[in-house]
Every structure is written in structure tokens, then in C-alpha cells.
């Protein structure tokens, strides 16, 4: 009786067992074709506050979006719209977070899903107590990020909507290379970054020729155009990733005990992978607790020259992140063109031809952005398939056939 109850007890096991194996199959399976099906558009109003949010322009919006065939909106979410206190107490601004709910939820109601990117910080969107130059390296301000994070999430798969997709990501967390000599909290960690990867000095100054000793040595300070500066613009990227990946990857792996499978979180990155600039580091943590990866990819003339050029790079980064992590969803979740430094018909054929790179090579797409805007900077306020009367660019309608 004893050894029937032992191989009851061991079948149920192998039973379980087979049965969470399927299930997590099951799950990576449903993720993959999510992110790979993205179809999304960032509605970015300017200059506005998640306190100001106004439903019922957004409901509109969506409905036009989805006539594009769009499945998804990219919202921007400033940190300090929703605590403009983060240190020394977090002080929460409830009525954004009862925005950012609604329009979860309105998207939700529409059938789309929402992209939900949690790092915006910097001049203007940062809460008092966190200084966007070191707030990754300082410990308090990113405890403080973390609580803000746990919560907001917190809140928002509480709504019951299960339509949602969180980013973390390297744009402006990365320290900021043209203050990091200012701070005694930057220094110390490039310093210790320096002697984990090679406890002699006379590596580094022959590496960077420099004459440090481990006193006084101080990190790349940048803006400079001598090639010996080369090597340590280099390390600043490697340091920054090891930075980016203990950070984020810690609360990556808190975030998916909050949302329990109920919705999604990724890394997007902006240059540490897609632009090599750290020779082959890398922001992901070996454990990679993220389920899909993005990346960021923008034309300007200046930086590519011809469109045919932007278009092999941009199939040269797909292939490296598919060789790199063959199992993870990829999607290209910020491109586009600004009319500013181009002109309409270019940024319609960028935009035609990133979704038929995406089409052609299985990766989800965000075009940035909905509509032109009346604030920020004159490219920023011209990445629009709208002009911001609401006349359609040629962008839309390229971008109209290529989804249907």
C-alpha cells in the first residue's frame, strides 16, 4: 500500500510537472505572438499632464487609430505627472494615476493593447528628490524609482485590464556622460567598475593614455574628438550597461511578482545592443527576467546618409538580437522621421519601409508618433502621421495600406 501511495504521490508530481511545462510553453508561445503582431502608434500630445488627460480626444483617437489597422498605442508616462514627490517621502498625484487607468481601459475597450514605458525622467520629468544625471547610480533615488514602479503597476493590473506592456529601458538611465566628473557617487562607481574589471592602474592609463593613479582617476568626460578618447568612450558604455542591467534587472524580476502573467514586461534598448557602442556588453542580465525585447531606431540623413543604408542596418540589428536571444519576441517600438529635417514624402517611405521590415521579419512595430504638436523642439514636434489640424500626411496613408 505504502509503495502504491509513493508512485501516486510521484505520478502526480510528473503530472504537475508536464503540466507547468506546457503551460509556460503555452504562455511564451501567446507572448511571442503578441509582441510580434504589434501594430502601434505613440499618442504624444506635447507638453500636457496625465493630470490634464482628456478621455474623450484619446477614445477619438483610438478609433481613428484603429482604422490604420493599429492593435496598440505607445503612451508617454513622465515620472513626475505621477509623483511629483519621490524623495524624502513619495507624494502620489491620484488623479493622473485615475487617467492612466481610463485609458488603459479605453484602449482595453477598443481591443488594443498599450505599451506602458516607466523610465521617462529627465529636465522637466523628474520628481522632486531625483536628479536624472545619477538617479540610476544613487541608491535612494532608484529605491525611490522602484517603489514608484511596484505601485504604479500595482495599481494598474488591479484595474483588471490584461491588455498591458511594460518597458524598462537604457535611454536616460544611463549616467550622464557630460556631468559624470561632478558627482562623487559617479566617480566612486566607475572607479569600482574599473578595479572589478582590472585591479591595475597601469591598464587603464595605457588603455586610455592617461596618467591616473586609483585616487585621482575619473571617468570619461566626453565631447572630445581625439582617438584616444576611443577606449574610453567605450568603457563609459560598458560601465553604463553593467549599471542598466543590475538596476533594471533587479526590478524586472520584482515586476513580474507584481503582474503575476497578467501582463508584460520587456527592455527596450536605444544603442548598448542595436549600436554596439560597448563592444559586444550588454544590458541584459544572463538570467534575462524580461519576456520580449525592443529596440529604437530613427532615420536622419545626417547619421545614414541614404535610406538604403538605414534600411541594411536596421536588418543588421534584427539579426544580431535574434542571434544573441534567439528566444526572445523583438520589436522595433520607436522609428520614424521627422519632418523637420526631412520632408513629408521621406518620412511616408521610411515608414513604408520599417513596416515591411517588420511584416517581412516577424518583429512588432510603434511608429512615433500619432500627430504633430505645437510644443517641444521643431523635430520633436514633427515625427506626425497628422499634421496637428488632423490632415493626414502621405505617412498615414502608406502606413494605412502597408497594416491592412
Given at each position: 500500500?505504502?509503495?502504491?501511495?509513493?508512485?501516486?504521490?510521484?505520478?502526480?508530481?510528473?503530472?504537475?510537472?508536464?503540466?507547468?511545462?506546457?503551460?509556460?510553453?503555452?504562455?511564451?508561445?501567446?507572448?511571442?505572438?503578441?509582441?510580434?503582431?504589434?501594430?502601434?502608434?505613440?499618442?504624444?500630445?506635447?507638453?500636457?499632464s496625465w493630470a490634464d488627460f482628456d478621455l474623450a480626444d484619446f477614445k477619438d483617437t483610438l478609433a481613428q487609430m484603429r482604422q490604420t489597422g493599429a492593435n496598440t498605442v505607445w503612451l508617454v508616462l513622465p515620472w513626475?505627472?505621477?509623483?511629483?514627490?519621490?524623495?524624502?517621502?513619495?507624494?502620489?498625484?491620484?488623479?493622473?494615476?485615475?487617467?492612466?487607468?481610463?485609458?488603459?481601459?479605453?484602449?482595453?475597450?477598443?481591443?488594443?493593447?498599450?505599451?506602458?514605458?516607466?523610465?521617462?525622467?529627465?529636465?522637466?520629468?523628474?520628481?522632486?528628490?531625483?536628479?536624472?544625471?545619477?538617479?540610476?547610480?544613487?541608491?535612494?533615488?532608484?529605491?525611490?524609482?522602484?517603489?514608484?514602479?511596484?505601485?504604479?503597476?500595482?495599481?494598474?493590473?488591479?484595474?483588471?485590464?490584461?491588455?498591458?506592456?511594460?518597458?524598462?529601458?537604457?535611454?536616460?538611465?544611463?549616467?550622464?556622460?557630460?556631468?559624470?566628473?561632478?558627482?562623487?557617487?559617479?566617480?566612486?562607481?566607475?572607479?569600482?567598475?574599473?578595479?572589478?574589471?582590472?585591479?591595475?592602474?597601469?591598464?587603464?592609463?595605457?588603455?586610455?593614455?592617461?596618467?591616473?593613479?586609483?585616487?585621482?582617476?575619473?571617468?570619461?568626460?566626453?565631447?572630445?574628438?581625439?582617438?584616444?578618447?576611443?577606449?574610453?568612450?567605450?568603457?563609459?558604455?560598458?560601465?553604463?550597461?553593467?549599471?542598466?542591467?543590475?538596476?533594471?534587472?533587479?526590478?524586472?524580476?520584482?515586476?513580474?511578482?507584481?503582474?503575476?502573467?497578467?501582463?508584460?514586461?520587456?527592455?527596450?534598448?536605444?544603442?548598448?545592443?542595436?549600436?554596439?557602442?560597448?563592444?559586444?556588453?550588454?544590458?541584459?542580465?544572463?538570467?534575462?527576467?524580461?519576456?520580449?525585447?525592443?529596440?529604437?531606431?530613427?532615420?536622419?540623413?545626417?547619421?545614414?546618409?541614404?535610406?538604403?543604408?538605414?534600411?541594411?542596418?536596421?536588418?543588421?540589428?534584427?539579426?544580431?538580437?535574434?542571434?544573441?536571444?534567439?528566444?526572445?519576441p523583438l520589436g522595433i517600438f520607436e522609428t520614424g522621421l521627422c519632418v523637420h529635417q526631412s520632408d513629408i514624402d521621406s518620412q511616408a517611405k521610411v515608414v513604408e519601409e520599417m513596416a515591411g521590415i517588420a511584416n517581412k521579419k516577424n518583429v512588432g512595430?510603434?511608429?512615433?508618433?500619432?500627430?504633430?504638436?505645437?510644443?517641444?523642439?521643431?523635430?520633436?514636434?514633427?515625427?506626425?502621421?497628422?499634421?496637428?489640424?488632423?490632415?493626414?500626411?502621405?505617412?498615414?496613408?502608406?502606413?494605412?495600406?502597408?497594416?491592412?
Amino acid at each position: 500500500m505504502r509503495n502504491f501511495l509513493k508512485l501516486f504521490v510521484l505520478a502526480a508530481l510528473c503530472c504537475s510537472s508536464v503540466l507547468q511545462a506546457a503551460g509556460s510553453l503555452q504562455r511564451g508561445t501567446e507572448i511571442r505572438r503578441r509582441i510580434e503582431s504589434v501594430k502601434s502608434i505613440t499618442y504624444y500630445k506635447g507638453e500636457w499632464s496625465w493630470a490634464d488627460f482628456d478621455l474623450a480626444d484619446f477614445k477619438d483617437t483610438l478609433a481613428q487609430m484603429r482604422q490604420t489597422g493599429a492593435n496598440t498605442v505607445w503612451l508617454v508616462l513622465p515620472w513626475i505627472d505621477f509623483q511629483p514627490q519621490a524623495l524624502p517621502e513619495p507624494l502620489w498625484n491620484e488623479e493622473a494615476v485615475k487617467n492612466l487607468t481610463a485609458a488603459v481601459t479605453a484602449a482595453d475597450d477598443c481591443g488594443m493593447d498599450v505599451i506602458l514605458p516607466l523610465c521617462y525622467l529627465g529636465t522637466g520629468w523628474s520628481p522632486e528628490g531625483i536628479d536624472p544625471c545619477i538617479w540610476t547610480v544613487d541608491a535612494s533615488m532608484y529605491g525611490a524609482f522602484k517603489s514608484y514602479s511596484r505601485e504604479l503597476v500595482g495599481k494598474l493590473i488591479r484595474s483588471g485590464n490584461d491588455n498591458m506592456i511594460f518597458l524598462l529601458y537604457g535611454e536616460g538611465c544611463y549616467p550622464y556622460i557630460s556631468s559624470l566628473r561632478d558627482y562623487d557617487v559617479t566617480v566612486e562607481s566607475f572607479k569600482a567598475w574599473c578595479r572589478k574589471n582590472n585591479s591595475s592602474i597601469d591598464y587603464w592609463n595605457k588603455r586610455w593614455g592617461t596618467e591616473y593613479s586609483w585616487d585621482n582617476l575619473l571617468p570619461f568626460k566626453g565631447g572630445t574628438s581625439d582617438p584616444r578618447d576611443a577606449n574610453a568612450w567605450t568603457d563609459y558604455w560598458r560601465w553604463s550597461s553593467d549599471v542598466v542591467r543590475a538596476a533594471h534587472g533587479g526590478l524586472a524580476r520584482e515586476l513580474r511578482g507584481v503582474i503575476k502573467g497578467k501582463a508584460i514586461i520587456g527592455y527596450h534598448d536605444d544603442a548598448i545592443i542595436s549600436k554596439d557602442w560597448g563592444l559586444g556588453a550588454t544590458p541584459i542580465p544572463e538570467d534575462n527576467p524580461y519576456q520580449f525585447l525592443s529596440f529604437a531606431h530613427y532615420y536622419t540623413e545626417q547619421e545614414f546618409g541614404s535610406l538604403d543604408k538605414f534600411i541594411s542596418e536596421t536588418n543588421t540589428i534584427i539579426s544580431t538580437f535574434r542571434q544573441a536571444y534567439p528566444q526572445m519576441p523583438l520589436g522595433i517600438f520607436e522609428t520614424g522621421l521627422c519632418v523637420h529635417q526631412s520632408d513629408i514624402d521621406s518620412q511616408a517611405k521610411v515608414v513604408e519601409e520599417m513596416a515591411g521590415i517588420a511584416n517581412k521579419k516577424n518583429v512588432g512595430i510603434n511608429i512615433w508618433m500619432w500627430q504633430d504638436h505645437e510644443t517641444g523642439d521643431d523635430c520633436q514636434r514633427t515625427f506626425g502621421l497628422l499634421y496637428p489640424d488632423g490632415r493626414e500626411k502621405p505617412a498615414y496613408t502608406v502606413l494605412k495600406k502597408a497594416w491592412k
